[in-house]
Nanobody, 122 residues
Framework: QVQMVESGGGLVQAGGSLRLSCAASGRTFSNYAMGWFRQAPGKEREFVAVINWIGSSTNYANSVKGRFTISRDNAKNAVYLQMNSLKPEDTAVYYC???????????????WGQGTQVTVSS
């Protein structure tokens, strides 16, 4: 089992940067692919990025490609999301999640954090 706590959210102006962190507990963290998802008010939760168990493969939603970078440190049981060139449409609650398989489908993710709010002002 994996439990996760996100941090690093906040209020930032358009064009700014934030780095989200996700601290995971559980000895099997390195067995899981880790993903970031987000949910804006009135919208469904959407995929943002995923990284495989060893950190050698990543995938991004088209809307964030080139601006966001996902990474992980298995020694620290942590996964990160570096967000640059932020836009107002990036405003959402961001969640980290763990899955046994490397994919972008939220249904495949077994464990979720509580989320952290990111607000980008114009």
């Amino acid at each position: 089992q994996v439990q996760m706590v996100e941090s690093g959210g906040g209020l930032v102006q358009a064009g700014g940067s934030l780095r989200l962190s996700c601290a995971a507990s559980g000895r099997t963290f390195s067995n899981y692919a880790m993903g970031w998802f987000r949910q804006a008010p009135g919208k469904e939760r959407e995929f943002v990025a995923v990284i495989n168990w060893i950190g050698s493969s990543t995938n991004y939603a088209n809307s964030v490609k080139g601006r966001f970078t996902i990474s992980r440190d298995n020694a620290k049981n942590a996964v990160y999301l570096q967000m640059n060139s932020l836009k107002p449409e990036d405003t959402a609650v961001y969640y980290c999640a763990a899955a046994r398989t490397y994919n972008s489908d939220s249904m495949a993710y077994n464990y979720w954090g509580q989320g952290t709010q990111v607000t980008v002002s114009s």
